[in-house]
């Protein structure tokens, strides 16, 4: 009978207890994945500052005990966090790249993540060879930082790859479809992803003499137009041009636009960066025609 009146009651507890373990299980599940992303994350900044030969934001990936090893099929050697940097300007020269193929990260303990990524190494923009990173990602107070990568190019990653030709008309198709979706981002007030387009160290060249921002001083700029006016600006390509490095890594362009200052011509360069194409700078200019430059210039001196 005493069980009986209170059978009710732990039925329900039962089903709260289950309940509660399911949301616990879902909730340090999703920790996991938040985790393993956030790892995925910092290792595809790591190749863009790698390609960019940035050593100044690359060693700031590595604990000061960080190592990098190269694993052959007859040979091996490592470099310290130092040495290491001073591999950086042969990428800045791009006379090396490396280019992610695939990722895969595993969350060893919450402190401890290793990333497999699998890559292309590029020699003078051409195709040389493939191999696998071997990264381990260590948590500690200073944040989460490389403790060592093993590399090896002795694997089957790139069998039966041969690299594809450089295609200009694919590429420019690309290239259009990146920039136009850039200004209607603008009008969108899509502001992370007309940030996400652009490279760490892209710079901004508006049509004043004081407007040559860095991405932070641009969005810094921009976030009040974006976020609290919701008023933003309505460039609309008239025509562009597109030219292409030799390697097809690197692209330059010009472009007409209208906008509320009637006709102004932007251009900009491109980086392929692992595979992406990445805007580096954008420099927008007022057009005048030469019969009027003598009224600009006495306007411009009042």
């Known amino acids: 009978m005493f ?3 209170f059978s009710p009651f732990y039925n329900w507890l039962n089903v709260m207890l289950k309940g509660l373990v399911s949301i616990f299980l879902m909730f340090a599940f999703s920790l996991g994945l938040n985790a393993q992303q956030e790892v995925l994350n910092q290792t595809k900044k790591f190749y863009e500052q790698l390609n960019l030969g ?6 700031q990936n590595f ?6 090893m190269h694993v052959g099929k007859d040979t091996s050697f490592s470099f310290s966090k130092t040495e290491f940097m001073g591999v950086c300007p042969k990428f800045k020269t791009k006379l090396f790249q490396e280019q992610i193929h695939s990722m895969v990260a595993l969350e060893v303990s919450p402190f401890i993540y290793t990333v497999d990524v699998e890559f292309r190494f590029y020699l003078n923009g051409k195709y040389s060879h493939c191999g696998v990173d071997h990264f381990t990602w260590i948590k500690k107070k200073d944040g989460l930082k490389i403790e060592s990568i093993i590399s090896t190019d002795h694997v089957e990653c790139g069998e039966g790859y041969t690299e594809e030709p450089f295609n ?15 200004h209607k981002d603008v009008v969108a007030l ?6 996400n387009l652009m490279t760490d160290d892209f710079f901004y060249l508006g049509t004043d003499p004081g407007e040559r921002w860095s991405k932070q001083e641009f969005r810094k700029f921009c976030e009040p137009y974006f976020l609290e006016k919701k008023q933003t600006w309505d460039f609309k390509p008239l025509q562009r041009y597109w030219q292409f490095s030799a390697d097809g890594t690197v692209a330059w362009f010009d472009e007409n636009l209208a906008t509320w200052m009637e006709e102004c011509r932007g251009s900009g360069v491109f980086q392929k960066i692992n595979g992406e194409w990445k805007i580096s700078q954008y420099n927008l200019t007022v057009l005048i025609e030469n019969e009027k430059m003598k009224k600009f210039i006495k306007l411009r001196k009042k």
């Open 63 to 68: 604990h000061s005990t960080g190592v990098v």
């Open 3 to 5: 069980l009986n009146y």
């Open 168 to 182: 200009r008309e694919r590429e420019t198709k690309e290239l259009d479809r990146l920039m136009n979706n850039w």
């Open 54 to 59: 940035d050593s100044s934001l690359l060693s």
């Open 190 to 195: 899509e502001l992370d992803a007309f940030f």
